[in-house]
């Protein structure tokens, strides 16, 4: 496959950005290029065009997969399988966001609750620790509740609170620096 030069700069970007965002590079560019690509691919076509190995591709591959980004199908008399990335890039979003808070977030919020209830406990008790870990757990608490709110909305009203943005404020009577 032949990449357009527009088509390569966003799979090297999204690559750059993956390892940012602590995703292997390879990982986001084999995503960007099935999310760039009209028909699903099969594996040896990714490794050819990207020029990586095909173990890698297997690899970063299963990873698409878990987080429910990529999914394999079939082509008519092609035993191979084929890969192709989800089209609608706010339920993309969305999956992305719910693996991120599963991953990081949850288990964050587990120690914290623990840690703010030993922190006030026992003659040597912090109080000045106990304070600072009850913000963040109630920022993290406020945030994971508030993303709770945004998940089960659907696509097209998440799309519409989106595109919203400066009109909440007003909304409100929040009145911006």
Known sequence: MRLTPVQQKFILH??????????????????????????????????????????????????????????????????RDHFESMRDVWEMFRIILEERKRREIDPTLTLLRGLVAEASKGAHADTHTHERLAAMLEFLDTTAAFYDELRRMPSGALRGVAKMRGKIGKLISFKGA
Do not use: F, K
């Not at 995703?23 to 020029?51: F, S």
């Open 14 to 79: 999204w690559g750059e950005m993956g390892t940012r965002w602590g995703i292997n590079r390879t990982v986001a560019q084999i995503h960007a290029l099935l999310y760039l690509c009209a028909d699903p691919l099969p594996a040896e076509e990714i490794a050819a065009t990207l020029g990586v190995a095909r173990s890698n591709v297997s690899t970063s591959l299963r990873e698409l997969q878990a987080w429910g980004i990529v999914r394999v199908v079939h082509a008519l008399g092609d035993r």
